[in-house]
């Protein structure tokens, strides 16, 4: 049986693997191409945006994690799916399919972080 220290110090290895991209094979953990437009059908459709925000901002009062801007890896984003941590429901592929994961993951990528307040016009009138 291993020691606490030595399973937590392969525990934070794992994760510094994983999200350096190292454990999710030769590709680097690159997503698979799909189409934002599908994707932000689908993101409506399995109404990710209940928990998530329309625009990946995250849910209210803790609803749900902010997915975008820069979301994190595919693959941590799919084990996600499939598997959650927490309430998260699950959305095994007879349900969400590979490639409907990939438009939607397409379609959180590609939401880009809006203005700052200060540089909003209105906002600065005060």
Same mark, same amino acid.
């Given at each position: 049986?291993?020691?606490? %220290?030595?399973?937590?110090? #392969? ?15 030769? !590709?680097?953990?690159? %997503? ?8 932000? !059908? ?17 849910? /209210? ?9 820069? %979301? ?27 490639? @409907? ?7 959180? #990528?590609?939401? /880009?972080?809006?203005?700052? #307040?200060? @540089? ?7």
């Amino acid at each position: 049986m291993m020691s606490k %220290p030595l399973l937590a110090g #392969a525990f934070l290895a794992a994760l510094l693997a994983a999200a350096s991209g190292a454990a999710f094979g030769a !590709d680097g953990g690159q %997503p698979p191409s799909g189409s934002p437009e599908r994707g932000r !059908d689908l993101y409506m459709k399995n109404q990710c945006y209940s928990c998530h925000g329309t625009a990946g901002q995250g849910g /209210e009062r803790g609803a749900g994690p902010r997915l975008a801007p820069n %979301p994190f890896p595919y693959a941590a984003f799919e084990m996600q799916v499939r598997q959650p941590r927490g309430v998260m429901p699950r959305y095994p592929q007879q349900f969400v399919s590979a490639q @409907d994961l990939a438009d939607i993951y397409a379609y959180i #990528a590609g939401i /880009e972080r809006g203005p700052a #307040a200060k @540089d909003i016009p209105l906002l600065n009138r005060f």
